[in-house]
């Protein structure tokens, strides 16, 4: 009996002392860490607070004590709401779960409307888990739903070495074109002299009896030395295409502003070099 006229007299002093449309009951709190334990005055009166409501002295639990029944029925949340002259009831508890806690909180409107939302928030300090109940709880009151909190950023680490060196400029598709091209024309350049020394093998074998085999000789000899002159130069250009091909790709590689290029002179090519001057 002393309990529950105590119980009376506390929730009669906590109305009368704020005359409040919407009272909050101190949340339960169960196996919490010890740096969170006495969290839960702090975190009752910052979610008064936010919702402009007043705060009870005693739990929800001793106020339905008194009235002998349990928070699970509306019945006796109406009677503790008549005994305050509230409008609404919140109440909740506050438990670990895992590496986070679990808060639960109930909103219960004479009428009745029962509204409960269950939520875990992470809090190492008492100041960051009244700011986590508090924004989370806001949608409950029309407030906004809090924003999902960004992914961690991973951290930064300094440059290796490899990665603090500039990058390799690269050779251009151009430049392996050329090289290419002078490989292809030097390839042709060999096919043709390949074919003017078996064209001279041939004439080495040719009967030479008759008028008829002279001139077959004379005709084998001159199909070989055209062969052989385009071979030369096929050769000596595509020679010349690979080297001007090879110079230019050093110069891309080594970043300098020097161009290489095959200019065809009398008699020939040259190569023709050029420098940007700074």
């Known amino acids: 009996m002393i309990r529950v006229a105590v119980a009376v007299l506390l929730l009669a002093c906590a109305t009368a002392a704020a005359d409040p449309k919407t009272l909050v009951f101190p949340l339960g709190t169960k196996h919490l860490p010890a740096k969170l334990a006495d969290a839960s005055p702090a975190v009752t009166r910052a979610l008064a607070d936010s919702i402009g409501a007043g705060v009870a002295k005693v739990s929800i639990d001793v106020a339905a004590e ?46 009745p409307t029962r509204q409960q939302r269950t939520f875990e ?51 251009t598709t151009g430049t392996w074109l050329v090289i290419g091209g002078g490989a292809a024309l030097a390839a042709a350049g060999g096919g043709f002299l390949w074919s003017a020394h078996r064209l001279s093998d041939e004439v080495a074998r040719a009967p030479k009896q008759t008028d008829a085999d002279f001139l077959h000789l004379v005709e084998l000899e001159d199909r070989g030395r055209t062969r052989a002159y385009t071979g030369d130069v096929l050769v000596a250009v595509g020679a010349a295409v690979v080297v001007a091909g090879a110079i230019r790709a050093v110069v891309q590689r080594s970043k300098r502003t020097d161009s290489v290029a095959l200019v065809p002179v009398a008699g020939g090519a040259a190569l023709v070099f050029a420098k940007e001057l700074r």
């Open 66 to 111: 008194v009235f002998g029944c349990d928070t699970e029925s509306t019945s006796c949340l109406e009677h503790v709401a008549d005994s305050v002259a509230a409008q609404r009831l919140v109440f909740g508890t506050i438990a670990p779960a895992g590496d986070a806690l679990r808060v639960t909180l109930t909103r219960f409107d004479r009428g």
């Open 121 to 171: 928030v992470t809090a190492h300090t008492s100041d960051e888990l009244v700011a986590a109940v508090v924004r989370a709880a806001a949608p409950m009151f029309g407030g906004a739903e809090p924003e999902p909190a960004a992914p961690p950023r991973p951290p930064s680490r300094a440059p290796s070495e490899r990665e603090r060196e500039p990058a390799q400029p690269a050779i």
